[in-house]
């Protein structure tokens, strides 16, 4: 799988927009950009997904760069109970492991 | 739908004790994967199943760890002897060939060998 960069630690204020990025300059023309995030005392759960175009579900919104060379990853209100470890991964459709690297620890505060 | 489900949530054993983690993964899903998270490692891949099958078990770390799935809704980690350094959070998820691929993990398994 190819690699992922994202800042360590990000901050917010509740009730704000979250922009989370992930560089990801090897990106393959198959692999998909997936988002998952990891709530403290939790297993990861899954967030958003997309491979060329911007994607939004109940969760957040995914913007793609156009060359696909970056992505972020964007929570439109922040609350309390977004504050997890972002995790960015790129993986092609096939039903294959995730590879996690270090993720973002996104702190909310009140 | 319960989602994926482990037993125990936690464990504490001495070195040298066999352990071993169950998992039940949703229903209709037919891939399962064991993850271990360590503070020193994240989290990482231990062995993955399609249709019952290990396709990849590159991740388990030595001869002491063995995996296995009798069945499409069951799923057993163990680990024997165990030893401190196991000591780490195992988590189990499971995800369908039809459809987004999305994995659901379970709550995990917190495990302590003193």
């Known amino acids: 799988d190819a690699k992922t960069t994202q800042p360590n630690s990000m901050e917010s204020n509740e009730e704000e927009p979250v922009h989370l990025p992930c560089n990801h300059s090897?990106?393959?023309?198959?692999?998909?950009i997936h988002w998952y995030r990891q709530l403290p005392s939790q297993g990861p759960e899954y967030v958003i997904h997309?491979?060329?175009s911007n994607v939004n579900n109940r969760m957040a919104s995914l913007a793609i760069a156009e060359d696909r060379k970056s992505s972020t990853l964007i929570l439109h209100r922040a609350t309390l109970r977004d504050a997890a470890v972002y995790y960015c991964?790129?993986?092609?459709?096939?039903?294959?492991?995730?590879?996690f690297g270090k993720g973002t620890r996104l702190s909310v505060i009140a | 739908d319960a989602g994926v489900i482990q037993s125990p949530r936690h464990e504490v054993t001495e070195m040298g004790q066999e352990v071993t983690l169950r998992c039940k993964p949703i229903?209709?899903?037919?891939?399962l994967f064991w993850y271990r998270q360590t503070m020193m490692r994240g989290l990482e891949l231990l062995i993955y199943?399609?249709?019952?099958?290990?396709?990849?078990d590159s991740g388990m770390p030595e001869d002491r760890f063995s995996a296995k799935m009798p069945n499409a809704s069951f799923s057993t980690l163990k680990i024997q002897p165990s030893e401190p350094r196991d000591s780490a959070v195992y988590f189990c998820?499971?995800?369908?060939?039809?459809?987004?691929?999305?994995?659901?993990f379970g709550p995990g398994t917190r495990l302590t060998v003193t």
């Open positions: 998820a499971s995800s369908s060939d039809r459809g987004g691929y999305e994995q659901y």
């Open positions: 090897t990106i393959s023309g198959t692999d998909y």
């Open positions: 997309g491979l060329t």
């Open positions: 991964i790129l993986r092609d459709l096939l039903n294959t492991p995730l590879v």
């Open positions: 229903s209709g899903h037919n891939s």
């Open positions: 199943f399609n249709n019952n099958v290990p396709i990849d």
